[in-house]
């Protein structure tokens, strides 16, 4: 899965920042042009006037939507800030973006705001159509717009740095053929409580890394007596903090907000390795900062969802649906959906308020997301998360941390006074009480 806030955090903002300039070098003419002389840019003859090109109109809307994850230099397939690969990649291009899965960014419109959207404007979708269906043409390097300056500020000096490895994975894992989930486990090493303002991983192998979840282990006590080099952990090994997936920047909580970490506690960062076809070792990084005082406020990781289900055999659409009732008053910073390789769909609301809608479940772009405007929460309010899947096997599906049973979370960021608590969950499928489950 994917993170963001990210977990998604993940999926923060792109800021990668491109690897190599967008653009040629076209600073030096190599002539001036005189006052009376055409436009610098003769018209490539045999392309009708007003066709669409990739320097003139296909490469702001790379530059726009697609270049933090596809530029030269860049981990993924197709790059696109070049006319020759562009133009090959350019009908998978326009598929991608028609049918929405490029850029990646699950959430539905029309839901929530969330922090570092990433949607691609009609105006920007018909253009590269246009282009697309002219044939992908190069035309005039000259008319390409101006690099886009790197996004990235560089997020500072952290008080932690470590780094994982190096590893190089085996597979098959038992998450999979072509899976891993290995758990390395990072020790802050504090003496006293400090609060985590920002995180930010960096994946060493881009192509290799699918996604990155750090988790905090209270006390260490779920990492305790594990190898130094790492273990395989599927499923949820501790309490959620942040999540790395392609494109995702630092996740930085908002100011004044911290997550506590407790002198003794442990961090583990459980990478997904995704197969490629030549493994190398990867080295990933995690940077922590905490605030130099202690946040006025506090920051949880609060489960909403149900672990009570089973999909039964050859299940088609089928619904796990919960219910939590807040207890307290929080104000919700953000939520990160959890759900297997068999989910189809995942929302959460808050009465009618929705707090997340992600129509086509995919489990490679799982991430967190910041709302733009937290959402506050009295007692009472109820959090009903909705999962739903397809179960084409003829075995029911049952609840599980490997990557073939299921799970239906839904991980809110909340700021509290305390540590939030629920009053109570009713899981509507099986009409059991299960508030112990819904506590955090
Ligand atoms: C946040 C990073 C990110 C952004 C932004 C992004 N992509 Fe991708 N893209 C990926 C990743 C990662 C893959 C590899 C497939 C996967 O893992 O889903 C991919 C795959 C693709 C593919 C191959 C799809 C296939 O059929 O296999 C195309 C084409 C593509 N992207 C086009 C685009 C275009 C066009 C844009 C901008 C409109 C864009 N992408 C924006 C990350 C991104």
């Not at 009376?36 to 530059?63: C, E, M, N, R």
């Not at 006590?221 to 501790?238: F, L, T």
Request: with cysteine; glycine share 10%; aromatic share 8%.
């Amino acid at each position: 899965m994917r993170w963001i806030l990210l977990l998604a955090g993940c999926l923060e903002s792109y800021s990668e920042p491109a690897a190599s300039p967008v653009t040629p070098d076209l600073g030096q003419p190599s002539s001036p042009a005189s006052p009376s002389s055409p436009p610098s840019t003769p018209p490539d003859p045999s392309l009708p006037p007003g066709t669409p090109t990739f320097y003139k109109d296909a490469l702001g809307v790379f530059q726009r939507n697609c270049l933090g994850c596809h530029a030269t230099g860049g981990a993924t397939a197709p790059v696109l800030d070049q006319a020759d690969s562009a133009a090959a990649a350019s009908k998978q291009v326009l598929a991608a973006v028609q049918s929405g899965i490029m850029p990646p960014f699950p959430p539905a419109d029309g839901c929530n705001q969330y922090v570092g959207e990433r949607r691609i404007s009609a105006a920007d979708s018909q253009t590269l159509m246009m282009w697309v269906n002219a044939g992908a043409p190069a035309g005039n390097p000259a008319d390409a717009p101006p690099p886009i300056p790197a996004q990235s500020a560089s997020p500072g000096t952290p008080d932690k740095h470590v780094t994982t490895g190096p590893f190089t994975p085996t597979y098959p894992g038992s998450a999979g053929a072509n899976d891993l989930y290995w758990c390395f486990v990072v020790d802050p090493a504090l003496t006293a409580a400090r609060d985590l303002v920002k995180l930010n991983v960096v994946p060493g192998q881009k192509e290799e890394v699918h996604h990155v979840i750090v988790f905090r282990d209270p006390g260490g006590k779920g990492s305790a007596g594990k190898p130094a080099g790492g273990y395989e952990c599927n499923g949820v090994p501790g309490e959620m903090l942040t999540g790395w997936v392609p494109g995702s920047g630092p996740m930085e909580l908002p100011s004044g907000v911290g997550m506590t970490l407790a002198a003794g506690d442990k961090l583990l960062m459980q990478i997904h390795y995704h197969k490629v076809a030549t493994a190398a070792p990867d080295s990933t990084s995690l940077d922590l900062y905490y605030s130099a005082t202690p946040t006025p406020q506090h920051a949880y990781v609060v489960w909403t969802g149900t672990p009570l289900f089973s999909i039964p055999a050859n299940a088609k659409g089928y619904q796990v649906k919960s219910t939590c009732t807040v207890n307290g008053s929080w104000k919700v910073l953000g939520l990160a959906p959890h759900m297997h390789q068999h989910g189809t769909a995942f929302t959460s609301y808050q009465g009618a308020q929705c707090l997340m809608n992600i129509p086509h479940w995919d489990f490679g772009w799982q991430g967190g997301y910041f709302l733009q405007q937290p959402m506050d929460l009295t007692s009472g309010a109820k959090i009903t998360t909705t999962c739903t899947y397809d179960n084409p096997s003829g075995a029911a599906i049952k609840f599980g941390e490997a990557t073939t049973d299921e799970m239906c979370f839904g991980f809110l960021y909340v700021v509290a006074a305390q540590k939030p608590t629920f009053t109570g969950l009713v899981n509507l499928v099986g009409g059991q009480d299960t508030a112990s489950m819904c506590a955090n």
